[in-house]
C-alpha cells in the first residue's frame, strides 16, 4: 500500500512517456513544446507524443509532485507569456534518479547474460 | 495579405480547439489553451518544413492522441468522481441500476433475449458490486442497509419467475447469491455488532 509520502521506489518502473518527460525537464525548465520537441530528439521520433498524451501527462506529474510550475521566464523578452515553464521537484530528480539506477542495474544483467553484446555485434 | 500556410495553421488550431470538448470540463478548462498553443506550434513547424504533407500527418497523428488521452481523461475524473461518492449514493446508483437493468431484461425477454441475458448478469454484477459499498456503509445506517435489501430480494422475487417464463437461459445462482450477498451483509453486520463486548 501506498503510504502519504512516498519513496522514489514506489513509483517505479516509470511510463516511457513520463521517463522522457521527467529527462526532458532533468536538464532544463521547459514549457510544453520544448519538452515534446527534446523528446522527439533525444529519441530520433520514436516517441512522438500529441497535445494531449503530453498534458495528461503532465497533470498526473503535477499532482504526485514530480514536476512544478515555474514561473521564472528564461527570456521574457522572447517568450510567449502564456507558455507555462515546467521544471523537476527535489522529490523527481529522486525518481528520476532511482529509474535511471533500475535501467542501469538491468543494462548491467543483460551485459552478464551476454545479450548486450550479441545486441551490439550481430 | 495573410500567407496561405498562416490560413491552414488558424484553420487547423480552430477544428483542433473545437475537438477538445471531447475531454472533461476540468482538463479543459485548465489545459485547454496550452494544448491549443502546443499544437498551433507543431503546425507552424510542420508549414515551416516544406513539405505539403507535414500538416495533414500531423493531423493523422493528432486525432489518435486526442480520443486516447480524452478517454483516460475522461474515465479518470469517473473514478475521481466515484471515489468522492458517498457510499450511500453509490449503494443507491447500484441498486437503481441493478433493479433497474433486471425490469429491462424482463421487457425485451421476448424479443432480444440475447440482450435480457446480458442485462440480467448485468443486474447480478451491479449488485454484488452494491454488496461490497453496503460493507462501508455506517453502522448506524444498518436499518436502512436491511430494508434495502429486503426490498431486492422482493423485487427479484417476482422478477426471477419472469425470467423463467421468458425460458431465458440465465444461470440462477449468478444471480440469487449477488441478491442474498446483499441482504446478508447488512445482517452479518447487525450479528457482529451485537457480539462486539460492550464498555
Known amino acids: 500500500m501506498l503510504k502519504n509520502s512516498p519513496e522514489p521506489e514506489d513509483l517505479l518502473p516509470l511510463t516511457p512517456a513520463v521517463f522522457h518527460i521527467l529527462l526532458a525537464l532533468a536538464e532544463a525548465e521547459r514549457h510544453g513544446y520544448a519538452i515534446m520537441d527534446h523528446v522527439t530528439q533525444t529519441t530520433d521520433g520514436q516517441i512522438s507524443m500529441?497535445?494531449?498524451t503530453l498534458y495528461?501527462?503532465?497533470k498526473r506529474l503535477l499532482h504526485s509532485k514530480l514536476i512544478e510550475e515555474s514561473d521564472e521566464r528564461p527570456d521574457p523578452e522572447m517568450d510567449d507569456e502564456r507558455r507555462r515553464y515546467y521544471r523537476?521537484?527535489?522529490?523527481?530528480?529522486?525518481?528520476?534518479?532511482?529509474?535511471?539506477?533500475?535501467?542501469?542495474?538491468?543494462?548491467k544483467m543483460a551485459r552478464a547474460s551476454g545479450l548486450l553484446a550479441r545486441l551490439q555485434n550481430p | 495579405m495573410k500567407d496561405s500556410s498562416d490560413i491552414t495553421v488558424r484553420r487547423a488550431s480552430w477544428i483542433y480547439e473545437r475537438l477538445l470538448w471531447i475531454y472533461p470540463r476540468s482538463h479543459r478548462r485548465e489545459y485547454g489553451?496550452?494544448?491549443?498553443?502546443?499544437?498551433?506550434?507543431?503546425?507552424?513547424?510542420?508549414?515551416?518544413?516544406?513539405?505539403?504533407?507535414?500538416?495533414?500527418?500531423?493531423?493523422?497523428?493528432?486525432?489518435?492522441d486526442l480520443a486516447r488521452s480524452a478517454f483516460r481523461e475522461n474515465l479518470t475524473e469517473q473514478f475521481t468522481h466515484m471515489k468522492t461518492m458517498?457510499?450511500?449514493?453509490?449503494?443507491?446508483?447500484?441498486?437503481?441500476?441493478?433493479?433497474?437493468?433486471?425490469?429491462?431484461?424482463?421487457?425485451?425477454?421476448?424479443?432480444?433475449?440475447g440482450i435480457a441475458v446480458g442485462l440480467a448478469y448485468f443486474s447480478g454484477l451491479a449488485l454484488l458490486v452494491r454488496a461490497f459499498a453496503e460493507w462501508k456503509r455506517p453502522e448506524s445506517e444498518l436499518i436502512r442497509s436491511l430494508i434495502w435489501g429486503a426490498t431486492g430480494a422482493?423485487?427479484?422475487?417476482?422478477?426471477?419467475p419472469v425470467w423463467a417464463k421468458l425460458k431465458l437461459p440465465v444461470i440462477a445462482p449468478l444471480i440469487v447469491i449477488p441478491m442474498f450477498l446483499n441482504a446478508l451483509v447488512p445482517l452479518f453486520k447487525s450479528a457482529l455488532r451485537l457480539m462486539r463486548p460492550r464498555l
Open chain 1, 50 to 52: 500529441g497535445a494531449g
Open chain 1, 56 to 58: 495528461g501527462t503532465i
Open chain 1, 88 to 107: 523537476l521537484t527535489d522529490f523527481g530528480r529522486r525518481v528520476m534518479t532511482a529509474e535511471a539506477q533500475r535501467y542501469a542495474r538491468l543494462v
Open chain 2, 33 to 64: 489553451p496550452v494544448m491549443v498553443q502546443l499544437f498551433r506550434d507543431q503546425c507552424r513547424a510542420a508549414s515551416r518544413s516544406g513539405s505539403r504533407w507535414a500538416l495533414p500527418a500531423l493531423m493523422l497523428r493528432t486525432i489518435p
Open chain 2, 86 to 113: 458517498s457510499v450511500q449514493k453509490l449503494s443507491l446508483l447500484l441498486f437503481v441500476a441493478g433493479i433497474g437493468a433486471a425490469l429491462w431484461s424482463c421487457s425485451v425477454g421476448r424479443s432480444q433475449p
Open chain 2, 154 to 160: 422482493v423485487i427479484y422475487a417476482i422478477i426471477m
